[in-house]
């Protein structure tokens, strides 16, 4: 099956599709300043510009939209159309994940993905929030 959009309708689309600031992103970083924590954000001179850096912790924190870094969740199904490419590109994006994740942790860094599907709902969100800052605070001990 073939892509339902026109090649410069689906450019326009994908264009609109922003890598910082994402709700995500923005609710865990609310949560971590909450708890007294500081960090710097999509650091620039670190591979992957990760989303949250604790220097003091020595933590990386990647936030993954699951459709985007292909989580085995509900969230993370491919579209019908266009499945060679949608498969192509996730796949390189987990490749890549692999790679920096790797990097990172060769120069010292932990490195820790939360999904967001893992913080959509309220009822989970507290849960893994809340393991979150145990990552961090018990790899420091």
Known sequence: ???IYTKSKRSEIMSKISGKETKPEVLVRKYLFSKGFR???NVKNLLGKPDIVLPKYK???FIHGCFWHGHT???GN???SNIKFWEDKILQNKTRDEIVISNLN???WKV???WQCEIQKKSNRDIRLSQLV???IDENK
């Open 134 to 136: 145990s990552d961090i």
């Open 106 to 108: 060769k120069l010292g």
């Open 73 to 75: 969740c509900k969230k």
């Open 112 to 114: 820790i993905i939360v």
């Open 1 to 3: 099956m073939s892509d």
């Open 39 to 41: 960090f710097r954000k």
């Open 78 to 80: 491919l579209p019908a």
């Open 59 to 61: 933590v990386i924190i």
